[in-house]
């Protein structure tokens, strides 16, 4: 199993920025995807981006080219970045972790789950 700690978020004003963070701790020697999702009041979780222990992220559509995922693999630590952001990104961000084989930004095979962090961005 996985632990995951969440920290970062906050409230910006749309066009701003913001970082979260995300600590990984325990069985992290086997291979496991890891990613952010995100759930807006009265809307389906929906994935934002995802990686294998060895690959290149998949992000969503909605946030290609604005969310960019990071690692420290020295500390177990993964990050993202939120820049240009939008009124329609507000919503409590999660970093979630599985050990299915195959990484997708399906979060129903996601069963590590951090405590999630808000995210507001307001017009």
């Known amino acids: 199993a996985v632990q995951l700690v969440q920290s970062g978020g906050g409230s910006v004003q749309a066009g701003g920025s913001l970082r979260l963070s995300c600590a990984v701790s325990?069985?992290?020697?086997?291979?496991?995807?890891i990613g952010w999702f995100r759930q807006a009041p009265g809307k389906q979780r929906e994935g934002v981006v995802v990686i294998g222990s060895a690959g290149t992220p998949t992000y969503s559509d909605s946030v290609k080219g604005r969310f960019t995922f990071s690692r420290d693999n020295a500390r177990n630590n993964v990050y993202l970045q939120l820049n240009s952001l939008k009124p329609e990104d507000t919503a409590m961000y999660y970093c979630?972790?599985?050990?299915?084989?195959?990484?997708?930004?399906?979060?129903?095979?996601?069963?590590?789950w951090g405590q999630g962090t808000q995210v507001i961005v307001s017009s």
């Open positions: 979630a972790a599985t050990y299915f084989r195959i990484c997708g930004l399906d979060y129903t095979i996601y069963n590590y």
């Open positions: 325990g069985d992290t020697d086997r291979s496991y995807c």
